[in-house]
């Protein structure tokens, strides 16, 4: 039986850290957040009811939950990597291999889900005619969902799957730490989130100046970590670290967008290739609908990165 959510967040509930919190404290601060926010949404999904009221008789009504739970899994892993120099690495490393798996079914529903509402949006722009056609091609999309969901659901009714909820309730309780993480947090986390900083702007440097779709997807991973981490540490850092997270993030949206559009028109392709004609012939202009998206999203990003970049956001602490 998987742990309620509220009585897990009473057994864990603790004050919030102050600027002379240690690592432990911080980390574990991390680690009940992310665990409560998993717990609040696997719900909805596992029983078939939404926390917000939605209805729940069609077809992804649930996309916010399993949207919130997958975010909840990211965070735990991102927390186990800006900390790992100060948790115990076996302790760190079952967990995230099983976080991953998690990760893994609700990310191909969710990965659905925004494909789905994405190529919807667009059918908007088209006629009548060619948007009740592209209506019928985009239903295969909701065929493939509905069956990335069951397949969840069946996993959230094993036994590993309880089991991984109540290792991670555990290990928010009493994360496994080394001797040093009892020193005082701000002076040991800038180091670690200098670490996602430098790998973001190496990827940047990588892709130069005409950037690969690939290369421009692993910017968007690491700006992605990147503001996890400074949103970890955000508690005891204050202001600046905030700052320069809403910053990334920016960064993080617009690549965002550029990449959902990318894989939009690649599905649309594919979905193509075996289509009706008249299918096909709407999928075709939802395609260059997305395409157009994509290119804006290309003219965005550079602007955000100069923005997110610029030295004044990590003078003071990182």
Do not use: N
């Not at 729940?56 to 996309?63: A, E």
């Not at 040991?188 to 200098?194: H, I, Q, S």
């Not at 670490?195 to 991973?221: F, K, M, N, T, Y």
């Not at 965002?256 to 290739?273: F, K, S």
Request: proline share 5%.
């Amino acid at each position: 039986m998987p742990p309620d959510a509220g009585r897990v967040a009473a057994e864990l509930a603790a004050p919030e850290p102050g600027p002379g919190a240690s690592v432990a404290e911080l980390a574990r601060h991390d680690l009940i957040a992310s665990t409560l926010r998993l717990l609040r949404h696997e719900a909805a999904i596992r029983l078939g009811q939404s926390t917000d009221g939605s209805p729940t008789d069609t077809p992804g009504w649930d996309h916010e939950e399993v949207h919130q739970a997958r975010v909840a899994t990211r965070r735990w892993r991102s927390t186990l990597r800006t900390f790992d120099r100060l948790l115990d690495k076996g302790w760190s490393a079952k967990l995230s291999a099983e976080l991953s798996w998690l990760a893994g079914l609700l990310g191909a529903v969710r990965d659905a889900d925004v494909l789905l509402a994405g190529l919807q949006r667009d059918l908007e722009q088209l006629p009548g005619a060619d948007a009740a056609t592209g209506q019928r091609l985009l239903r295969r999309l909701v065929t493939a969902r509905a069956a990335e969901h069951r397949e969840l659901l069946a996993a959230m009714d094993q036994a590993r799957y309880g089991d991984l909820l109540s290792a991670l309730v555990a290990a928010a309780a009493a994360p496994e730490v080394l001797p040093d993480a009892v020193q005082p947090a701000r002076q040991a986390v800038p180091p670690l989130v200098r670490r996602r900083w430098r790998r973001l702007h190496g990827a940047v440097l990588d892709a130069g100046d005409h950037p690969s779709d690939e290369a421009l997807h692993q910017i968007r991973i690491h700006a992605k970590r990147c503001r996890y981490a400074a949103e970890a540490v955000a508690p005891v850092v204050g202001g600046p670290a905030k700052a320069f997270a809403r910053a990334v993030a920016g960064l993080q949206d617009v690549l965002g967008e550029q990449h959902d559009a990318v894989v939009a028109e690649g599905w649309l392709r594919h979905a193509a290739a075996s289509a009706r004609r008249d299918e096909a012939f709407a999928g075709g202009q939802l395609a260059g609908i997305e395409r157009a998206r994509a290119a804006a999203a290309r003219e965005r990003w550079r602007a955000l990165w100069t923005s997110a970049s610029h030295r004044r956001l990590r003078r003071s602490w990182l």
